[in-house]
């Protein structure tokens, strides 16, 4: 494998940088079930960009989001959101600070049944007991695309619908970051494209940030960059990728794992 420079994370906090581990390094186990799932990751990634993380299963790609979002926390290394030191805080300004400025899209919708479309959107502000900034939220509503279908209830709604519902719902907070753990996995493949051009677009329009685990060459191809994380270190990456380019990269990693 070509070993590209990975961008770097200066020591100081860097402008325009949203959020950025260093050394993160995560251990699970210990003895003879002792697992290295990151191994000093060190990796910035930019406002207003959209960043896809690939590589073979259990080579720690969730383990990095879970980190970086901090429902996990590192054996060693640190994360930083924005200028803040994620090791620094205590639990309560820990969970303050996912809530208010860090959005998690999961693989499953995790929609409330009995509320709306509008209400799963504008639900973790209510809980915040926070006032939308209403003219962000009318932006990210009309973004979403259910004119007429917001006052429906998550089973009345298409699965990718539904994803695009909880999007909005991680947008609506403006969050610093959003992570999505393979948000388009548990979809087909037109629906996993209104997902994806949904968030594509919360980055060109609205100068959101966003990290994005998947398995497909397609779908990270709508991302401005990709990294690949190959037994929990950070083995390359690709901006302005393509499909096809992501593909051979990927074949690279097949023939490894057979050779090895
Ligand atoms: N709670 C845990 N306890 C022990 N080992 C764990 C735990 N969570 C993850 N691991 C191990 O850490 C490694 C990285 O796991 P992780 O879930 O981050 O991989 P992944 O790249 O997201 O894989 P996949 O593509 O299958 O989702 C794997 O070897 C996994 O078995
Ligand atoms: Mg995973």
Redesign the pocket.
């Known amino acids: 494998m070509t070993t590209v420079p990975l961008t770097p994370y200066p020591p100081n906090p860097a402008p325009g940088i949203a959020a950025a581990t260093t050394d993160l390094t995560k251990v ?2 210990g003895g003879d079930t002792r ?1 290295v ?1 990151l191994d000093r990751v060190s990796i910035g990634f930019r406002e207003s960009e959209f960043t896809a993380i690939m ?1 073979p ?8 989001m879970h980190c970086a979002a901090g429902l996990d926390t590192p054996t060693s290394g640190s994360v930083r959101i924005g200028t803040t030191e994620l090791g620094a805080l205590r639990d309560r300004p820990l969970t303050r600070l996912r809530r208010d400025r860090i959005g998690f899209v999961f693989q499953a919708f995790n929609l409330l049944p009995t509320l709306t479309a509008l209400e799963n959107i504008t639900l973790p502000l209510s809980i915040a007991g926070r006032h939308p900034d209403q003219q962000w939220l009318d932006r990210v509503v009309s973004m979403v695309g259910l004119s007429g279908r917001l006052d429906h209830r998550p089973a009345q709604l298409s699965g990718g619908q539904q994803q695009r519902v909880a999007v909005a719902r991680a947008l609506a907070s403006r969050p610093a970051i959003i992570f999505g753990d393979e948000p388009t996995g548990n979809l087909d493949s037109r629906s996993g494209a209104e997902v994806l051009g949904f968030l594509r677009d919360s980055v060109r329009e609205l100068g959101q940030t966003v990290v994005m ?1 998947t ?1 497909d060459p397609v779908a990270a191809g709508y991302a401005d960059r990709v990294v690949f ?1 190959s037994d929990g270190r950070l083995v390359d990456e690709m901006t302005r990728p393509t499909p096809d380019r992501i593909l051979d990269v990927m074949k690279r990693f097949d023939t490894r794992a057979r050779t090895s």
Not at 57 to 64: A, E, P, Q
């Open positions: 699970y186990g697992v799932a590589g299963s259990g080579c720690g790609k969730s383990t990095l685990v398995h994380l």
